[in-house]
């Protein structure tokens, strides 16, 4: 048996252990130990795992007055307070000792003797013949033990612990000697080695596979694990990817990293405890309402204000991700253009009304599109063509770190003349760079390409083609396509009608709603993006990258209002081949579909992603379109009655519409369904689902009698009846104001409805009563919640922008013109700096939440707009 002083260490892989980098002084003045706990304070799900004597605790001579440092307890116990971080002690004592000894509390997993405990009760089930030999070592041990002063045993389950640090040092030899053979007497023995004492084990077993075990069961992504003894050895040799290993103190380790004392433990736990605090909090991260959005009316890119594009999906939008580092993280895939010498901060701009995007520094700027010239493939055949332009002078840095399906599968890159292909993507996606030399870096199961570039020699052109492996000029040079992209944004603008009040973010909201248009098929999409949290670190993070039969139609009838009816024209025939290909009847349509018109795929979570500022689970489909939402009808019928008043061609296939529409709502209008903000409980008899119900009914008849010349009067009928269950059954006397739904006393800010669709006249002390009720309940400062009732889900949202607007025209209609401009004032503030708005804002920090744009807070902001412009002309 080898004698622990002469460093010989045997690990579960048999990897040799090496000299570990020896950190002196302040050990958080390693820029590479600093960098990797930035790493690991990223991770989606991150564990701590700790030996407990030598460092959870120091060493002393009598094992049981070994308590854990104040300081490392306090940072343990922090850390496993934060979402998805877990920590574990595993130590070689008993279970019953180091739960007696550390007083940690149940939210740290504890792990005795080795890894053979996970339970309090394991001794229990030991089987006859284990504890017949346990009790045969512990005679062996007792007389030798008691033949040598000093020496002291723990007895554990499953194994008996022989410590003689106070033995007489010329004796330990001898003690050594005997522990072998009393193994190789009894048999079947595993001796391991610590410092200072030696244990005899009758289940094998080792840290390593303790910690593997811990990590599987929480399904850690990565791992800091900290240790100062020969058998921690075992557990560092398990470690690989973005896990860190510490050796604390003295010996051979195939740790990574070194601290000399428990006390330096303590510093670095509290360490990584602020750096994870602060990611999931938000800090470091760019404020959604900063992003600014590319689009060729098939994906969209999300560009932050430094020019670095960390979202984009291909084929289409709702695919999945080639770049997802907003969601993930650098490691999610990211596309990068940076001065090498920065010199200021960037400044960004859309250029002359369009999707153009300029990002300048002092020395060099990158203009950024989605190509929309003439006849381009994006918007019909598939193919999206990313253009970077980077001019100035000095020299620009790229990093070009395409992600396959999040990041999820390898992504390799291949150098071929003119640029590099990502050679395993499903889609082909190439990189046409003919001036770039670049350098492949391998990370992982990804490679990365970097370059640097003079700018002395002209302009730089990046172009990102994804649905070709061509590496051909395009046949129109870079200028006249950037000119005809530009012209494709700013010759619509110029077209709008806009209102005399904010013209300029009433355009750029516009340009926003036409951004999220899928030029293929017409469908509107709800926003580009999918979970951005709706409450930082918390579980409210939904994939809105679909079409809500609701929100795109309110969406259609701003941009109508704004005098541009190809967006409505267009989603309406989106709709009616929905219909005629749908297996069931109008009455059952969802409230959301693909941008295809297809039912979506089941919702899913993507696990390798952090999400943002540590906001999981990141979510794709949506569940919600199982849901039963009876308030879809009634956006549809308000658009076509909106397009009806201003002469739109609307023709026989559009009345067909009309008349299914009010049959649906005539067959489901007494259900109760989940409303308009999908809560996901039990059904109930929403007030704003009743209430668009009347209105597809109350438009239908409009519509008829001013369109196509035709009377119904049972629809007058099925009018009037739905119109006196709200009255009767929505208003609530006790509370003073319309109610979510009809079973409570709960209030939601989307019965403001009544007054805004005209169910009931502005001037009828129940809306005003309402309007106050929304206001005194539900606003915050400058901004509405949609509800503050139970919904099932922890954490509180952000204030709904929507709502806020909904609470701005309920204004304006009972007379409190002042309050209403102050709030739209307020409203405009939701812009980040190139005027688009995330769905929600956390009225106390006014940070963005939710996803990003909106076309909510956008069709919002265009329609306070245009009623402010109509009472200021009065």
């Known amino acids: 048996m080898p004698s622990p002083d002469r ?19 302040d050990f958080m003045t390693n820029p590479e130990l600093v960098a990797r706990l930035d790493q690991l304070a990223q991770q989606p799900v991150l564990l701590i795992a700790s030996d407990y004597d030598g460092t959870v605790a120091p060493i ?3 094992p049981m007055k070994a308590l854990p440092l104040r300081e490392t307890s306090v940072a343990l116990r922090n850390l496993a307070a934060l979402p998805q971080t877990e920590v574990a002690v595993i130590s070689g004592r008993s279970l019953r000792d180091l739960a007696a000894l550390s007083r940690l509390p149940a939210e740290i997993h504890l792990v005795g003797s080795h890894g053979t405990e996970f339970d309090i009760d394991f001794a229990l089930d030991l089987d006859p013949d284990l504890r017949e030999r346990r009790s045969t070592l512990l005679d062996e041990l007792r007389v030798l033990s008691n033949a040598h002063e000093g020496m002291s045993l723990e007895k554990k389950p499953a194994s008996v612990a022989v410590h ?4 007489d040092e010329s004796a330990i030899a001898g003690v050594l000697t005997q522990l072998d053979e009393i193994a190789g007497r009894i048999g079947g023995l595993t001796v391991r080695h610590g410092k ?7 289940v094998p077993t080792d840290k390593g596979r303790a910690l593997t075990t811990v990590r599987a069961n929480v399904g850690a992504g990565a791992v800091l694990f900290l240790g100062d003894d020969i058998t921690d050895e075992d557990a560092f040799a398990t470690l690989a990817g973005p896990d860190v290993g510490v050796k604390v103190g003295p010996g051979d380790t195939s740790a990574a990293f070194r601290v000399d004392t428990p006390d330096d433990v303590a510093v670095l736990l509290a360490a990584l405890c602020a750096r994870r605090s602060d990611w999931l909090a938000g800090a470091g991260v760019t404020p959604i309402e900063d992003h600014s959005i590319l689009s060729d009316q098939r994906t969209a890119a999300v560009v932050t204000p430094d020019a670095r594009i960390t979202w984009l999906c291909v084929p289409r939008i709702d695919s999945s991700a080639i770049f997802a580092e907003l969601l993930g993280g650098p490691p999610a895939g990211h596309f990068s253009v940076r001065p090498a010498m920065p010199g200021g901060a960037p400044v960004q701009t859309y250029q002359d009304d369009s999707l153009v995007l300029r990002t300048s520094w002092d020395s060099m700027s990158v203009t950024d599109y989605l190509d929309c010239s003439d006849g381009r493939p ?28 999040f990041g999820r599968f390898p992504t390799q890159l291949e150098l071929r003349d003119g640029g590099l292909e990502v050679t395993n993507a499903h889609d082909l996606v190439v990189l046409r760079a003919p001036d770039v030399d670049w350098e492949v870096i ?32 395009d046949r129109s040079d870079e200028a006249a396509r950037r000119a005809s992209t530009t012209a494709f944004w700013a010759d619509w603008a110029a077209r709008l009608e806009l209102p005399d009040v904010e013209p300029d973010l009433v355009r750029r909201s516009a340009l926003t709603l036409k951004a999220l248009c899928y030029g293929p098929t017409g469908a509107i999409l709800a926003a580009a993006t999918t979970s951005l949290p709706e409450f930082l670190g918390g579980v409210r993070q939904w994939d809105y990258r679909y079409c809500w039969i609701r929100d795109a139609s309110m969406s259609a009838a701003a941009l109508v209002r704004l005098g541009s009816i190809n967006e409505a024209m267009d989603l309406l025939d989106w709709l009616l081949r929905v219909l005629e290909t749908s ?10 579909y693909t941008v295809n018109g297809q039912s979506l795929p089941p919702e899913a979570t993507i696990e390798e992603l952090s999400g943002y500022a540590g906001s999981r689970p990141v979510r794709v489909g949506n569940a919600a379109d199982h849901q039963v939402q009876l308030d879809v009808f009634g956006a549809v019928l308000e658009l076509i009655h909106q397009l009806g008043e201003i002469d739109a061609p609307l023709s026989a296939k559009h009345w067909r519409l009309v008349e299914d529409l009010v049959a649906a709502v005539d067959q489901r209008w007494m259900e109760p369904d989940q409303g308009i903000w999908e809560v996901r409980s039990a059904p109930r008899h929403h007030t704003n689902s009743k209430m668009m119900c009347w209105v597809t009914v109350d438009r239908a008849i409009r519509i008829a009698e001013n369109v196509f010349g035709r009377e119904r009067p049972e629809w007058v009928v099925l009018r009037d009846q739905i119109e006196k269950d709200i009255l009767t059954n929505g208003w609530n006397d006790d509370v003073g104001s319309f109610t979510t739904a009809y079973d409570g006393v709960d209030l939601d800010a989307s019965v403001l409805a009544v007054g805004l669709f005209g169910l009931v006249d502005p001037r009828d002390p129940r809306f005003r009563a309402t309007v106050d009720a929304v ?13 503050k009732h139970e919904d099932g889900l922890p954490g509180e949202e952000g204030g709904f922008n929507l709502m806020t607007s909904w609470l701005i025209d309920a204004k304006l209609l009972i007379g409190d013109t002042d309050d209403a401009e102050q709030l739209f004032a307020a409203y405009l503030e939701l812009a980040g700096p190139t005027g688009l708005i995330p769905e929600e804002v956390d009225p106390f920090s006014g940070r963005g939440l939710g996803n990003h744009p909106q076309a909510y807070s956008h069709l919002g902001l265009i329609n306070n707009a245009c009623n402010l412009a109509d009472v200021r002309s009065r």
């Not at 460093?7 to 002084?25: C, H, K, N, Q």
């Not at 003689?164 to 033995?167: G, L, S």
Request: include cysteine; glycine fraction near 10%.
């Open 775 to 787: 206001e005194t309940w539900l606003r915050t400062g400058d901004t509405v919640y949609r509800y």
């Open 378 to 405: 994006g918007r019909i055949s598939g193919r999206t063509d990313l253009v970077r332009v980077i001019e100035g002078t000095g020299t620009a840095i790229i990093e070009f770190a395409p992600r396959l399906d």
């Open 583 to 592: 297996e069931v009847g109008p009455e059952r349509l969802s409230p959301l």
């Open 196 to 202: 200072m004492v030696c244990e005899l084990l009758l």
């Open 442 to 473: 391998d990370h992982g199961m990804h490679q990365t390409a970097t370059a640097e570039v003079d700018l002395s020699n002209g302009p730089i052109t990046l172009e990102l083609r994804c649905g070709t492996a061509s590496m051909r000029p």
């Open 7 to 25: 460093g010989e260490i045997t690990t579960v892989d048999g990897a040799t252990p090496v000299a570990s980098e020896a950190v002196d002084g």
């Open 164 to 167: 003689y640090r106070n033995v």
């Open 60 to 62: 002393v001579s009598d």
